[in-house]
């Protein structure tokens, strides 16, 4: 069989081993022993035409309900938005596509000046000094700043609120066991946010940090404003894990005071792609600039005064700290980092605003819909884009018949949170409509009264 | 000479005004923002982003792409990145809407061909590498190599012998595995290489103890080499207790041709987007599945992808030894699709031959610069190489003028300054999917540097002189940063 990716004929190949003077490729490995060698060939399935791929391919992905065949309403932390088909035309430049990581600047400038410009739109967002190329997903991004947190202030206790998200929450708990970091939870109230007096009897002189969702898992605003100072009252620094898409209507984390702003690029141009890959943002003010995980573009001047960019402040990074180092991240999410910053370009200042506004809105709207008939909302507190009701009948249940209904259902909060069993997560973002909203509640009050 | 006009900023393109995107109308009737949020967490100001035309914001970011080198523009042989070319059928196979538009918190049902296709993958990459088990997990190789160690951590602790805490690294290692050995809570111990270039087996026998966690180790070693000692290594750590750890960076040398698990390893992490054709995107994203021998198969991240009876796919939660969860959901999914595709347009025969092809390649280019250039280490290499700029720097040349150099002539430098084991280290990697043609005008433009080494050698210290940008100033970067752009005020 000939292989389109390898070019070398026989004639290459006898030129070339003429050169070693040998007489076969198999001369090239007599280093490996015996012993160790595979014998025979690998037992799996044999090489497919570019048409057979295809076939085989189309056919796995036929298998998945998706958002093309089905009305999705399933959100925490994965969410479907308008994606300007401008993103994937520009990520498929092989340029940047087929690039490795910008080592060699001169010719690395395009992929550089467009992550320099999507730490401003990090910034921006965020309302803080510094953030860096990207981490790998939301929930590392939040693991590195609690390492990096407890890093800095020399302590070892870290609280975290249990409106978190769950799997940020479970990933934080494995970096912790790496670097001897102990995690501490605080409840949450009846409104659905994270219980402040339970927050300020939690948080002591030995707290390195205090860890808060924006909005929370269950789509509830957390108030920054009155954390800011519980945690700050002891030295403590404020993390704020934020949906970056309700920071066009939310107040940035930056102006109420949080030290770290971490998160989720994918509301912005990354597709849901079954939880990966996304994109991690990290952000975090200046004095903590100097201890942050992950790759940072800066800006420079060439031998000839023009301005160009470079990788920077290299001494913090793994290769360099070696054994001394807090992260070992190396390779990030660079090409999802381009895809939020060209969304983030093609939404530009109104954009950003519309939809997150879009995204409150209908949601809102959606609540109100439920509650009209007659289905109980969990959580009182201010909300953004997600909601939970309570269902009669188990989640998964309902989720079931609404998938032969032709709808994604809801996440069931019963998985994480016993005391929520029976409520559905609801996220309803800008590609609803209306008439969509309508029919899911009028779906699931039939599945529930059957 | 390319263009060496700044190029402005997305952000210095902007106009008030200037919109590219289109949302529909609000269809649903609009509550006052103040009624459902507090005032004062309403966003006061707005984020300063960019307000242009699409026609500027293509433009903008096609003028970015001129001025970036990937493989799809020319070779680009750096070293331990397997810089192959990524196949455009990947691509599209990545972007079907029952790939790239499912959620992970769909019910199980609803995705049976991503957890089926994930299955496979496990199963081959289990084959692949000789393992018994593999998580698809990890989102990169450092991401790998720390949840490989988080599973010895737990493997000893399993055993009472929690207080195995030391790593063994060879002094030729990648820089991340002292990384992750410091942020899995485990120190670093090491061994020097011998005068071949290998792991010193001496060195190593005295370092293995009681405490002794595990040896990583990348084989083919850093320098291209096979660590012909294998064998014997995995006994002396086996024996002290320890366990062995394959970094896959430098996987591409050995596919179907030796298997980390038939060495005596008992943990492998594999860079898909390496080996496996996952686009490097500039930097990300990868994916680093990590794959284990049945005594850490308990303590895999969960979920894993499993199978039942009835032919049907699960993710199995139920693992109560596992060391938890290293990323949100299950993977970089997209990458594992891109990889799994690449694995079956090779298939068996195909794969062998790209590592068979891809160390001739290495082979035949190291012999046409040795001539020029000092080999280390003249031995036969695997899938990549290392050469030092030695002679060079004794005329006043250093191996970063060189790789500068080499810009001029439309390449990618190699790997340069690293293993730290070699002086003015160029380490270079061609790739199985370059042809003979490209190899030979490298050689040529390697050679030719060599010559202006000795007779011009300012253009090669003065270069490079056909880019976008001369020389950054990377010391200023780094002492007074500027890491965002900052409007004008008005």
Redesign the interface.
């Given at each position: 069989?000939k292989?389109r990716?390898?070019?070398?004929t026989d004639q290459?190949?006898r030129?070339?081993?003429d050169?070693?003077g040998i007489a076969s490729?198999e001369?090239?490995?007599?280093?490996?022993?015996e012993?160790?060698?595979?014998k025979g060939?690998?037992?799996?399935?044999?090489?497919?035409s570019?048409v057979e791929?295809?076939r085989?391919?189309?056919?796995?992905?036929?298998?998945?309900?998706?958002?093309?065949?089905?009305v999705?309403f399933?959100g925490?932390?994965?969410y479907?938005h308008?994606i300007?088909s401008?993103v994937?035309?520009?990520l498929?430049?092989?340029?940047?596509?087929?690039?490795?990581?910008?080592?060699?600047?001169?010719?690395?400038?395009?992929?550089l000046?467009?992550?320099?410009?999507f730490?401003?739109?990090v910034?921006?967002?965020t309302g803080m000094?510094?953030?860096n190329?990207?981490m790998?997903?939301?929930?590392?991004s939040l693991a590195e700043a609690v390492?990096m947190a407890a890093g800095h202030t020399g302590r070892k206790k870290v609280i975290v609120s249990r409106a978190v998200?769950p799997?940020?929450r479970?990933?934080t708990?494995?970096?912790a066991?790496?670097?001897?970091v102990e995690l501490a939870e605080v409840g949450v109230d009846a409104q659905g946010v994270t219980d402040l007096a339970m927050l300020k009897a939690a948080v002591d002189d030995g707290v390195a940090a205090v860890v808060v969702q924006y909005p929370n898992f269950f789509g509830c605003?957390e108030?920054?404003?009155a954390i800011e100072p519980i945690a700050h009252e002891k030295g403590a620094l404020l993390i704020v894990s934020a949906n970056p898409l309700a920071?066009?209507?939310?107040?940035?984390p930056g102006?109420l005071g949080a030290d770290i702003v971490t998160g989720?690029m994918q509301p912005f141009g990354i597709?849901?792609?079954?939880?990966?890959?996304?994109c991690g943002y990290f952000a975090a003010t200046s004095r903590l600039?100097r201890k942050m995980p992950g790759?940072?573009?800066?800006?420079?001047?060439?031998?000839?005064g023009?301005?160009?960019?470079?990788l920077?402040?290299?001494?913090r990074e793994?290769?360099?700290?070696?054994?001394?180092?807090?992260?070992?991240?190396?390779?990030?999410?660079?090409?999802?980092a381009?895809a939020a910053a060209?969304t983030?370009?093609?939404?530009?200042?109104?954009?950003?605003?519309?939809?997150a506004?879009?995204n409150?809105?209908?949601a809102?709207?959606a609540k109100r819909m439920f509650q009209e008939r007659g289905f109980q909302v969990a959580f009182d507190a201010?909300f953004f884009h997600e909601f939970a009701v309570k269902l009669s009948k188990p989640v998964?249940e309902v989720?079931?018949k609404l998938?032969e209904a032709g709808i994604?259902g809801g996440?069931d909060l019963g998985r994480d949170y016993p005391e929520l069993a029976g409520h559905a997560l609801l996220a309803v973002t800008?590609v609803r409509?209306?008439a969509e909203?309508d029919r899911l509640a009028e779906e699931m009050e039939a599945i529930l009264h059957a | 000479m390319h263009n060496r006009k700044e190029k402005a900023l997305i952000f210095e393109l902007s106009r008030p005004g200037r919109v590219s995107y289109s949302l529909p109308e609000l269809d649903v009737p609009e509550t006052d923002v103040a009624a459902m949020l507090p005032r004062h967490l309403i966003r006061e100001t707005p984020a300063r982003l960019p307000e242009v035309s699409e026609l500027q914001l293509v433009r903008h970011y096609t003028e970015l792409s001129r001025r970036n080198h990937g493989v799809d523009n020319g070779f680009y042989p750096l070293g331990s990145c397997t810089m192959k070319y990524n196949p455009k059928l990947n691509e599209d196979v990545a972007r079907y809407p029952g790939f790239a538009q499912i959620h992970p918190c769909q019910p199980e049902e609803s995705v049976q061909g991503a957890l089926e296709l994930m299955y496979n993958l496990q199963q081959e990459l289990a084959v692949i590498t000789g393992m018994d088990a593999v998580t698809l997990q990890p989102a990169a190789g450092a991401a790998g190599e720390f949840t490989g160690l988080m599973m010895i951590r737990a493997y000893h602790e399993s055993r009472g012998e929690g207080h195995r805490n030391k790593v063994i690294v060879p002094n030729s290692a990648h820089g991340t595995n002292p990384a992750s050995a410091a942020v899995a809570g485990l120190q670093t111990v090491t061994v020097p290489s011998d005068e071949r270039g290998l792991v010193d087996i001496e060195a190593l026998r005295a370092a293995v103890g009681p405490d002794t966690a595990a040896l990583m180790l990348t084989n083919p070693n850093t320098l291209g080499l096979f660590e012909e000692n294998i064998l014997e290594m995995a006994e002396i750590v086996h024996q002290a207790g320890g366990l062995l750890y394959y970094d896959g960076a430098n996987a591409n040398a050995i596919l179907g041709i030796a298997r980390p698990g038939d060495m005596g390893f008992d943990v492998v992490h594999l860079n898909l987007h390496k080996t496996f054709t996952g686009p490097h995107g500039g930097g990300g994203p990868g994916a680093g599945p990590v794959g284990v021998k049945k005594l850490l198969e308990p303590f895999l991240p969960k979920p894993v992808v499993a199978k039942r009876e009835d032919g049907s796919f699960y993710l199995d939660e139920e693992r109560p030894h596992s060391i938890g969860r290293v990323k949100g959901f299950f993977g970089n999914f997209g990458i594992l699709v891109r990889a799994y595709c690449y694995i079956r347009s090779m298939g068996p025969e195909g794969l062998k031959q790209a590592s068979e092809n891809a160390v001739l390649n290495a082979n035949y280019l190291m012999r046409r610069l040795a001539k020029a250039y000092t080999l280390p280490y003249d031995r036969v290499c695997k899938h990549e190489f290392v050469l030092s700029g030695v002679k060079q720097k004794k005329l006043g040349v250093r191996t970063l003028d060189i790789a500068k150099r080499l810009l001029d002539f439309g390449y990618h430098p190699p790997t340069i300054y690293f293993p730290l084991i070699v002086d003015e280290c160029m380490m270079i990697e061609p790739t199985e999917t370059e042809t003979k043609e490209t190899l030979d005008e490298f050689a040529e433009a390697m050679l030719q540097i060599a010559r202006e080494c000795e007779e011009t050698p300012e253009i090669v210290q003065e270069a490079p002189h056909s880019t976008v940008v001369k020389r950054l100033d990377e010391a200023t970067a780094a002492r007074k940063p500027v890491l965002r752009y900052q409007p004008q005020e008005a």
């Open positions: 069989m292989y990716y390898l070019p070398q290459d190949k030129e070339m081993l050169t070693l490729v001369e090239l490995f007599n280093d490996i022993p012993q160790v060698r595979f060939e690998l037992p799996i399935p044999p090489a497919l570019e791929v295809v085989h391919f189309a056919g796995l992905s036929r298998k998945n309900a998706n958002f093309s065949t089905h999705n399933l925490a932390g994965v479907e308008y300007p401008t994937n035309h520009m498929l430049r092989g340029e940047f596509f087929t690039a490795y990581t910008p080592y060699q600047p001169e010719i690395s400038q395009g992929e000046q467009a992550i320099f410009e730490q401003t739109m910034c921006e967002l000094e510094v953030a190329s990207s790998y997903d939301g929930a590392t390492m998200h799997e940020y479970a990933v708990a494995t970096y066991r790496g670097q001897g605003v108030d920054l404003a920071l066009g209507i939310l107040e940035a102006k989720d597709p849901a792609s079954f939880g990966g890959p996304h600039m790759r940072i573009v800066g800006q420079t001047k060439d031998e000839d023009r301005r160009g960019f470079v920077t402040l290299q001494a793994q290769h360099i700290r070696r054994e001394k180092a807090t992260s070992n991240i190396c390779s990030n999410q660079a090409l999802l381009l060209i983030l370009s093609a939404l530009g200042k109104q954009g950003v605003q519309e939809m506004m879009m409150l809105q209908k809102h709207y201010p998964a989720n079931r998938l994604i996440y800008e409509t209306k909203i | -």
